[in-house]
């Protein structure tokens, strides 16, 4: 005989069979004893049927193996709902981000420069006088921290339509090649964030600042981190004045620096949309 | 320290090289090299901004002038206790308005910011010309300033005040 056993009931099923030395075949106990064993595997399987907890423990031991109390909640179940809910949540905050994208072709800058993308990183070049001017920039952590900070605390403070717009200022790097020398010249250059300002137009720094400034191999190659690196930080003033004149002359002026910021914030907000187009697909898929 | 120079605008080509040499001159002519300066170089839009926060004047002009220094006595230095107050001030000039007043009168653009950058100082230094006796002492202060730098550079700049009455 066994006994089978559901935890939390306080009922029992159980089958008991009878063994016999007769011939099983043709006794009328037999009969009854088919009978009585039918009745109780029906009642068996609707036992089954109906305990959530037999059931959990058939689930539970196919897919969670994880020790711990056992969740009348089915977790399968649980991940396609949250994924469904993640889902729908994407396609809207996708039609909201297309609303109010400004730009659904890029600004153009002005000053003649070729425009490459390849995927986060812009590279803007140029030809002055036989020189070449090239400036990279990534749109990729882009957006200064003390923005998104403040448009934190405003949204418990503000309504939306008067929360500031999302800027993006990267770094960006300039270099200038000549045909004659054999490196180029490179500036690693910031937008300053100034403590005072908050879009309120007392701003009191440079539009842009050279941070550093170091000769380095020509076109693509490794960046040499033995070459010299002037820092600007402690750098006379006058001579800082010079080279921000030299890149004026060069087109990377105060004119430049804003449209870059145009630019880069027009790029960093369709990467946005796409990267929350591509999630969205990831999610949906099976 | 010394001059910390400041171009917020972009409707002017600066030379800031230029501009802060022409600045390191009159200090020198002033005799002011130990004392900070700011000078900050701004468009229409937002020195108009200033003027009208700080003197109720709702229209852009050359200079600005914010003197660390309170009631100092005309031309006479400042004799500061401290590092901290070894500065005279800052001096906002209005280049794009400057620049218009070039074009207008054939100058030459760095020249005429020289003379209006001459102009900020002396109010930097005690000089008002809300009287005729102060517009008076401000004029021969600002022409010996220009005297003098046209005979170290060669150039031939004039004061910027040439009539009296206060700044428009």
């Given at each position: 005989s066994f006994v089978i056993f559901s935890k939390g009931m306080s009922a029992s099923a159980h089958i008991a069979t009878k063994s016999s030395t007769n011939s099983f075949l043709e006794s009328e106990d037999l009969n009854a004893a088919v009978r009585h064993v039918c009745r109780d595997v029906v009642a068996l399987v609707a036992l089954l049927y109906c305990s959530p907890v037999l059931h959990c423990i058939v689930t539970s031991s196919k897919e969670d193996r994880s020790p711990g109390p056992i969740s009348?909640?089915?977790?399968?179940?649980?991940?396609?709902?949250?994924?469904?809910?993640?889902?729908?949540?994407?396609?809207?905050?996708?039609?909201?981000?297309?609303?109010?994208?400004?730009?659904?072709?890029?600004?153009?800058?002005?000053?003649?420069w070729e425009q490459e993308m390849n995927g986060t990183e812009v590279k803007l070049t140029r030809q002055v006088s036989g020189e070449k001017v090239t400036v990279t920039f990534n749109v990729n952590n882009s957006i200064p921290p003390n923005f998104e900070e403040e448009v934190e605390q405003g949204q418990q403070q503000k309504p939306a339509e008067d929360e500031p717009e999302i800027v993006s200022s990267p770094n960006f790097v300039i270099e200038v090649t000549k045909q004659g020398a054999k490196y180029s010249l490179v500036f690693d250059c910031h937008f300053p964030e100034d403590e005072m300002s908050h879009g309120d137009g007392e701003e009191e720094n440079d539009i842009f600042a050279i941070r550093e400034v170091s000769f380095q191999p020509e076109g693509d190659s490794d960046?040499?981190?033995?070459?010299?690196?002037?820092?600007?930080?402690?750098?006379?003033?006058?001579?800082?004045d010079h080279m921000m004149d030299f890149l004026a002359d060069r087109g990377v002026d105060n004119t430049f620096a804003d449209e870059l910021v145009e630019l880069s914030t027009a790029i960093e907000h369709q990467e946005y949309i796409k990267f929350l187009e591509d999630l969205q697909s990831f999610v949906n898929c099976k | 320290m010394g001059v910390v120079l400041r171009n917020l605008q972009k409707v002017v080509p600066l030379r800031r090289a230029r501009l802060r040499r022409d600045v390191d001159t009159l200090r020198h002519i002033l005799g002011i090299q130990k004392f900070d300066l700011g000078v900050i170089c701004v468009d229409n839009r937002r020195i108009q901004q200033i003027n009208s926060v700080y003197r109720k004047k709702d229209a852009p002009t050359d200079v600005l002038s914010f003197p660390f220094h309170e009631d100092l006595r005309p031309g006479k230095l400042p004799c500061p206790l401290h590092r901290d107050e070894l500065n005279l001030g800052d001096i906002f000039l209005g280049v794009e308005f400057v620049m218009k007043q070039c074009q207008e009168e054939s100058l030459d653009l760095h020249g005429a910011l020289t003379a209006v950058t001459a102009h900020g100082i002396c109010h930097l230094l005690g000089y008002r010309h809300e009287t005729e006796e102060e517009w008076t002492e401000m004029l021969q202060r600002e022409r010996y300033i220009l005297t003098e730098y046209n005979r170290l550079t060669g150039r031939r700049l004039e004061p910027l005040m040439k009539r009296p009455g206060p700044d428009t």
């Open positions: 009348l909640i089915n977790p399968f179940h649980l991940l396609k709902t949250g994924d469904k809910a993640f889902g729908e949540f994407l396609l809207d905050e996708i039609k909201e981000e297309k609303k109010i994208q400004m730009n659904k072709s890029l600004p153009k800058m002005s000053g003649g960046w040499k981190e033995t070459s010299y690196t002037l820092n600007t930080d402690s750098l006379d003033w006058a001579l800082y | -």
